[in-house]
């Protein structure tokens, strides 16, 4: 049984930090990349980052380059999203996603499992 669980979300300041963890079980385990997804109301869910199963990351979104960084614990099967210089258009629900098929990470559907999301809000 596959199971990603978001959390750390909430309300934020601009210019403010959060930090959201995504614990994987399951079948997903330290051989599989992951990622990290949002969804803004209206908009199609986009890419953010995502962590090659080293803990080097694969790449991010030009949107949050040298703001956000991503990294993971394989010893606690957990991954990471540190979100610094939050700007109000980073609102949005954040999805952990899992187990990359090919290598278009910024692609939603090239990943196999999801989390049921954290909600981000800066004002």
């Known amino acids: 049984h596959v199971q990603l669980v978001e959390s750390g979300g909430g309300s934020v300041q601009a210019l403010g930090s959060l930090r959201l963890s995504c614990v994987y079980s399951?079948?997903?385990?330290?051989?599989?990349?992951m990622g990290w997804f949002r969804q803004a109301p209206g908009k199609e869910r986009e890419e953010v980052a995502a962590?090659?199963?080293?803990?080097?990351?694969?790449d991010f979104a030009d949107s949050v380059r040298g703001r956000f960084t991503i990294s993971r614990d394989n010893s606690k099967n957990t991954m990471f999203l540190q979100m610094n210089d939050l700007k109000p258009e980073d609102s949005a629900m954040y999805y952990c996603?899992?187990?990359?098929?090919?290598?278009?990470?910024?692609?939603?559907?090239?990943?196999?499992?999801w989390g049921q999301g954290t909600q981000v809000t800066v004002s």
């Open positions: 996603a899992g187990v990359l098929r090919g290598g278009t990470w910024y692609r939603a559907s090239a990943w196999d499992y």
């Open positions: 399951g079948y997903i385990d330290r051989t599989c990349c």
């Open positions: 962590i090659w199963p080293s803990g080097n990351p694969i």
